[in-house]
């Protein structure tokens, strides 16, 4: 299973409390995570990206083994953790502090 | 006795204030959507528990919620429910969907360039009069989208965008349609305003627009202050029963127009300023007109520091500085173009909402007010329903 870490208004606009777990065949990339993402939960579609072109939201971001995937192309294999289900792929909200 | 329901839009979520037909005892609920920026909420007037709001972010962008209690529960609609094993239907999660039909284009930018459109928001959700499964969405940058499902899916009537749009431009808040008014006597006939492009109407239900913007005088925004399309109009607003008259507040200038558009008429007379964001009309009185003065395009806030509601019984040019209960010294806050309303009941109510988190609301007509509250979030949006 590979487990998703939402952020908080993502995580209430989806009703779950804490990670999502997915069943996701490979190649476990960001894209075929996404894709199992909003099939399970469709109220996601076009929050993390846009609706038609697929791309990043601007303000979003990918992080997973500590790594920063956000720029990686979006069929890019993940690590070997995240697909065993060890770590999670985190979707963060760009920070924006004052 | 009649209920009021006054829904209410801020940077950092939605509030609905309720109370009974005296308007003096108010219940608070909210936030809804905590943390999120919702410009606008507004309920159908067929089905009144029957409620669209426009929830964004900047982060994870436009949602649509729709309630069918009134407001205490919420839905995106088509997509909240998780599909289990028993749904096998086409995918969900579409309500949220809002794409320009056909070559996407460009518009005017800031510099004079042009710039591709790009979908921001939904700024304004206008219910139909008669359906209240159908609504129309008012977007920025610039489009009118529509839907006939409840919300589930949006198409652009992108009609509109073939008027003159390579020469709209974004206003300094975006380049947002923000007012959408329905002909209550011609269900074909649609006003829309956009900033800044202008006023325009359709008389065949959204298929072809006409802009109309004859006598709107834009001298310092436009090189030539009398174009076609340019203006910065910032809300229209129509009385029911006169659905031909519309008043407008332009960036500069309160006008009106008594046949549809066709052309219109300065009425700022005497006001201490003639910028501003909202116009409304009073339910049982359609000369009677409200507007809030703003010192300037510059200075968003009211002129020496007090904040006044004026009062036109003449339709316009004619106008009475109402104060009673509402600040008179220090007040620098602003009240945004869809940030006031009117009940329906005898007096009628007159309510808006301020950048400084208040929303006033007056149980006679305007002559005297009440902050309902005072401390929510910047206000965005004000909606009142009259409930039996």
């Known amino acids: 299973m590979i487990r998703v870490a939402l952020p908080y208004h993502l995580r209430t606009l989806a009703r779950v409390n804490e990670e999502v777990r997915l069943e996701v065949g490979e190649p476990v990339t960001v894209r075929s995570v996404l894709d199992a993402l909003e099939a399970a939960y469709p109220m996601l579609r076009g929050t993390i990206r846009d609706h038609g072109t697929l791309k990043r939201r601007a303000f979003i971001r990918f992080f997973a083994c500590k790594e920063d995937l956000s720029l990686d192309p979006p069929d890019t294999v993940l690590p070997e953790a995240v697909i065993r289900g060890n770590e999670p792929l985190v979707v963060v909200g760009a920070m924006a502090g004052g | 006795m009649s209920r009021i329901r006054v829904l209410v839009g801020t940077k950092k979520g939605a509030f609905i204030l309720t109370a ?10 909210g936030p809804h959507f905590a943390g999120w920026e919702m410009y606008h909420l507004k309920g159908s007037p067929v089905d009144p528990n029957r409620i669209y709001a426009s929830q964004t972010s900047g982060w994870f962008g436009q949602l649509i919620q729709r309630s069918d209690d009134g407001g205490k529960t919420w839905n995106t609609p088509g997509g909240e429910k998780p599909p289990g094993p028993e749904d096998f239907g086409p995918p969900k999660g579409e309500s949220n969907r809002f794409v320009y039909e056909g070559d996407v284009g460009t518009h005017k930018w800031y510099d004079g360039t042009q710039h591709p459109w790009e979908f921001k928001r939904i700024w304004h959700l206008e219910p139909s009069l008669t359906d209240p499964d159908t609504v129309y969405a008012g977007a920025e940058d610039a489009a009118l989208f529509k839907t006939v499902d409840g919300g589930k899916t949006w198409k652009e009537l992108s009609g509109l965008r073939k008027v003159k749009s390579h020469l709209w431009q974004p206003g300094a808040g975006g380049m947002g349609l923000h007012t ?51 203006h910065c109009v910032h809300r229209i607003a129509m009385h029911p029963s006169r659905p031909g008259v519309l008043f407008m507040q332009k960036h500069w200038d309160i006008m009106r127009t008594d046949n549809a558009g066709e052309q219109w008429t300065e009425v700022s007379g005497n006001l201490p300023s003639d910028f501003g964001f909202p116009i409304d009309v009073h339910a049982h009185e359609p000369e009677t007109i409200y507007v809030v003065p703003i010192k300037s395009d510059s200075e968003h806030f009211p002129p020496d520091g007090k904040l006044r509601v004026y009062r036109s019984k003449t339709g316009g040019n004619e106008w009475e500085a109402l104060t009673k209960g509402l600040p008179q010294k220090d007040c620098y806050v602003n009240v945004l173009r869809d940030a006031m309303a009117v009940d329906s009941l005898e007096p009628c109510g007159i309510y808006f909402g301020t950048t400084g988190g208040q929303v006033y609301g007056s149980a006679d007509g305007g002559n005297s007010w009440n902050a309902i509250v005072r401390d929510l979030p910047a206000v965005l949006s004000v909606e009142v329903q009259t409930l039996p």
């Open chain 2, 20 to 29: 009974d037909g005296r308007r003096q005892d108010w219940e608070v609920s």
């Open chain 2, 180 to 230: 959408i008014v329905l002909d209550p006597t011609n269900p074909n006939r649609i006003y829309i305003a956009i900033s800044a492009a202008g006023a325009f109407r359709t008389d065949d239900g959204g298929t072809t627009w006409l802009p109309i913007n004859r006598g709107l005088k834009s001298q310092y925004e436009l090189p030539d202050p009398d174009a076609d399309v340019g």
